[in-house]
């Protein structure tokens, strides 16, 4: 069977990973603890060049098959941040509620038609073997809750509202947040050239 290198510190984007392709008949694998790998500088332009960058670094360190998610939230109201700086929104020493409290009350009184959003994720590909990279992209619209709520998910989930569902994020399963996400329909598009290159 084939291996693939999951190239994340993020334990929950390597679960969502892992559940989204757990039918295909690849060897899924996080980053091995051992190796004492180098921080990736993520000072890409765009979520597509910072997940290759992560992959194409990865993928180099260990001579593996590397696939590698870059993504973040995306304000209308905040022109299109905190986008790809999601991660070290509010300066980098935040943690995930600090950062999405901070949203909230920069979007204090905003009424909901103006506090659309959407979460973008690129999902990159980087085959040393056969000198190939691939990078996908999805995203996911909904719009900034005026309180978060929901204890399912990571990240900006609890404040990121889904009108289908009437729920945030972080209130609907991991079933179904694989079903919808930006992750989610980024990899359904890596997912067939997966099955093709790797399993066939
Ligand atoms: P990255 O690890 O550099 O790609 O940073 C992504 C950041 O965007 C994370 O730290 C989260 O804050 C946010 N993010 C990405 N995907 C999600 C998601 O599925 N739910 C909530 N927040 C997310």
Redesign the pocket.
């Known amino acids: 069977m084939n291996q693939i290198i999951i190239g994340?510190g993020?334990q929950?984007?390597i679960e969502?990973i892992k559940a989204f392709f757990s039918e295909i008949k690849i060897d899924f694998k996080a980053l091995p603890e051992h190796r004492n790998l180098t921080e990736v500088v993520?000072d890409g332009k765009s979520y597509k060049e910072?997940a290759l960058k992560k992959a194409r670094q990865r993928a180099l360190e260990l001579n593996e098959i590397v696939l590698a998610?870059?993504?973040?939230?995306s304000v209308d109201y905040l022109d299109g941040a905190p986008g790809i700086y999601?991660?070290r929104?509010g300066g980098g020493g935040l943690d995930?509620e600090e950062?999405y409290l901070k949203i909230l009350s920069i979007l204090d009184g905003v009424p909901l038609e103006k506090r659309k959003a959407a979460?973008i994720?690129a999902v990159a590909l980087v085959d040393p073997f056969k000198n190939e990279e691939i990078v996908v992209e999805g995203r996911c619209e909904g719009f900034i809750a005026e309180e978060p709520s929901g204890a399912n998910?990571?990240?900006?989930?609890p404040i990121?509202y889904l009108p289908k569902y009437n729920k945030t994020?972080a209130e609907i399963s991991q079933v179904e947040?694989n079903k919808i996400?930006?992750?989610a329909r980024a990899l359904k598009k890596m997912k067939a050239v997966l099955i093709k290159r790797y399993t066939e």
């Not at 998610?69 to 939230?73: I, T, Y």
């Not at 998910?153 to 989930?157: L, S, V, W």
């Open positions: 994340s993020n929950h984007k969502e993520e910072n998610d870059d993504s973040g939230l999601s991660a929104f995930d950062k979460f994720s998910g990571f990240g900006y989930d990121f994020m947040k996400s930006h992750r």
